[in-house]
């Protein structure tokens, strides 16, 4: 789960620092939407996180979690979309997925250590998400105040730092590296 998690924030930070250059893949009057992008993409790693979080319930024969899960992450869809969709449009979608696979991966998280506990390293997955994350604000950052001569440089130097700190810590060159003595 580490390395599914170091690699889709690597994947996020990518479409975010060139996302003023992919959106001339789509047409025009569709911009506007880009907004959400950031949103649904981290919606979409946790969904990620839950389904690798759901491999305890399959080996344990406890498949009704999934259901559980699943059916307590729909209702806090359900009841965002329905609280929000007339003021926010889109926008409440957005946060309803998030909020929904949220919800889905705590809960499979917390009540998979209990029956079937597994040591994931937290931390270093922590590390990377915070990264990730400042990363990401410098990123948005860098897109709102400058060009995009100036932009595309910048966030590639940030998406630079966190392939760096991966290398450092999770692929060090110096192991692959055979010295001679």
Same mark, same amino acid.
């Given at each position: 789960?580490?390395?599914?998690?170091?690699?889709?924030?690597?994947?996020?930070?990518?479409?975010?620092?060139?996302?003023?250059?992919?959106?001339?893949?789509?047409?025009?009057?569709?911009?506007?939407?880009?907004?959400?992008?950031?949103?649904?993409?981290?919606?979409?790693?946790?969904?990620?996180?839950?389904?690798?979080?759901?491999?305890?319930?399959?080996?344990?024969? !406890?498949?009704?979690?999934? =259901? %559980?899960?699943?059916?307590?992450? $729909? /209702?806090? +869809? #359900?009841?965002?979309?329905? @609280? *929000?969709?007339?003021?926010?449009?889109?926008?409440?979608?957005?946060?309803?997925?998030?909020?929904?696979?949220?919800?889905?991966?705590?809960?499979?998280?917390?009540?998979?250590? !209990?029956?079937?506990?597994? =040591? %994931?390293?937290?931390?270093?997955? $922590? /590390?990377? +998400? #915070?990264?990730?994350?400042? @990363? *990401?604000?410098?990123?948005?950052?860098?897109?709102?105040?400058?060009?995009?001569?100036?932009?595309?440089?910048?966030?590639?130097?940030?998406?630079?730092?966190?392939?760096?700190?991966?290398?450092?810590?999770?692929?060090?060159?110096?192991?692959?590296?055979? /010295?001679?003595?």
């Amino acid at each position: 789960m580490k390395f599914y998690l170091i690699f889709t924030l690597l994947a996020f930070l990518v479409v975010m620092g060139y996302i003023d250059i992919l959106k001339f893949v789509i047409g025009r009057t569709y911009w506007d939407g880009l907004r959400v992008v950031p949103i649904v993409m981290a919606a979409e790693i946790m969904f990620g996180v839950f389904f690798n979080l759901s491999f305890w319930y399959k080996l344990t024969d !406890r498949t009704i979690w999934g =259901a %559980y899960f699943s059916g307590i992450g $729909a /209702v806090v +869809l #359900i009841m965002i979309d329905i @609280l *929000f969709i007339p003021r926010f449009s889109y926008m409440a979608c957005a946060w309803a997925g998030f909020a929904a696979y949220a919800t889905s991966m705590i809960l499979s998280y917390f009540i998979g250590q !209990r029956y079937y506990p597994i =040591a %994931y390293p937290i931390k270093d997955m $922590a /590390v990377y +998400l #915070i990264l990730a994350i400042f @990363l *990401f604000g410098g990123i948005q950052m860098v897109n709102r105040l400058h060009t995009l001569w100036v932009a595309i440089p910048v966030n590639t130097l940030l998406i630079g730092a966190f392939v760096a700190y991966l290398v450092k810590n999770d692929f060090p060159l110096s192991s692959l590296i055979k /010295v001679k003595k």
